[in-house]
């Protein structure tokens, strides 16, 4: 059974990742979205908000499974036995930092390969942070994230 890790901050997860999920099923029988916690960064929600919210827009699925992780991706995906790293590329503003990212994973352990899938071009400009800055100034983004999400972010930002 091949394995992939989807790793990222979901704070919340957006179409853009759903979709990227989905084109993984392609090509992996078995993702594992691993939300980062990371008590450095302030986010809008909290990791347990955030994977619900990811478990809810799976629905169910048996080939997604949603867990945590804290410190270093490549020793998450040693510990999870999977070797290769799922990541979903937008515009070319992504490239860099993902590149950077890439090779330094490889630097750490290179057993762990990088795989990118190109975003839908409807979700090229979809991001977290722009859906989160729209949501919070009274912007309709409920084509952009999971049902659930768009009410979480209504009741987190306009309550
Ligand atoms: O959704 P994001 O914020 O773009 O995801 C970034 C993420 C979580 C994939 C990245 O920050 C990460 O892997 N952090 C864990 C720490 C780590 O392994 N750093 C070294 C590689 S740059």
């Known amino acids: 059974m091949s394995t992939a890790?989807?790793?990222g901050s979901f704070d919340p997860i957006t179409n853009g990742h759903v979709s990227i999920l989905q084109s993984g099923l392609r090509a992996f029988d078995h993702i594992i979205v691993a939300v980062l916690h990371n008590p450095q960064k302030s986010a809008l929600f909290t990791v347990a908000e955030r994977t619900e919210m990811i478990r809810?827009?799976?629905?169910?699925?048996p080939r997604f499974e949603v867990d945590t992780f804290e410190g270093l991706l490549v020793d998450y995906a040693k510990k999870r036995q999977a070797n290769v790293v799922l990541r979903g590329l937008r515009a070319v503003a992504?490239?860099?930092y993902e590149l950077q990212m890439a090779n330094m994973n490889r630097h750490l352990n290179d057993e762990v390969e990088t795989v990118f899938i190109m975003a839908k071009d409807a979700?090229?400009?979809v991001s977290s942070n722009l859906v989160k800055e729209a949501a919070r100034l009274g912007g309709d983004v409920s084509r952009l994230v999971?049902?659930?999400v768009?009410?979480?972010l209504r009741a987190k930002l306009r309550p």
């Open 5 to 7: 890790i989807y790793p």
């Open 56 to 61: 809810e827009a799976l629905g169910g699925d």
């Open 94 to 96: 992504d490239f860099e």
């Open 123 to 125: 979700y090229f400009y």
């Open 146 to 148: 999971p049902p659930g």
């Open 150 to 152: 768009a009410e979480r």
